[in-house]
């Protein structure tokens, strides 16, 4: 899921946190990493779905996106925004 990144995605997730991202374990990743990487893939689906919009996401939304990260939760029952099987995200 992580191999469907651009490096223009890296770099927005770069732009947004005010970090590099090396070094960064995105299957872990700390708190701001994964909002950043949450708001990426939610607006490979929903184009205009904003950073600031991300940060309004429930915090046991953001726990399942970490599980679906980690590969402890399976994506293809992921609920809205969460990575899903074979890349992209679920729509809202």
């Known amino acids: 899921m992580l191999d ?35 708001w990426v893939f939610r607006r490979k689906e929903e184009p205009k779905y904003t950073y600031e919009d991300a940060r309004k996401t429930p915090i046991t939304q953001l726990d399942r996106f970490k599980a679906v990260l980690q590969g402890s939760e399976n994506p293809t029952e992921s609920p809205p925004g969460l990575p899903v099987a074979g890349g992209g995200v679920e729509a809202a």
């Open 4 to 38: 469907t990144l651009t490096l223009g995605d890296l770099a927005d997730i770069e732009d947004v946190t005010g970090d590099t991202i090396n070094g960064v374990d995105l299957a872990n990743p700390p708190m701001k990493f994964a909002l950043a990487l949450y």
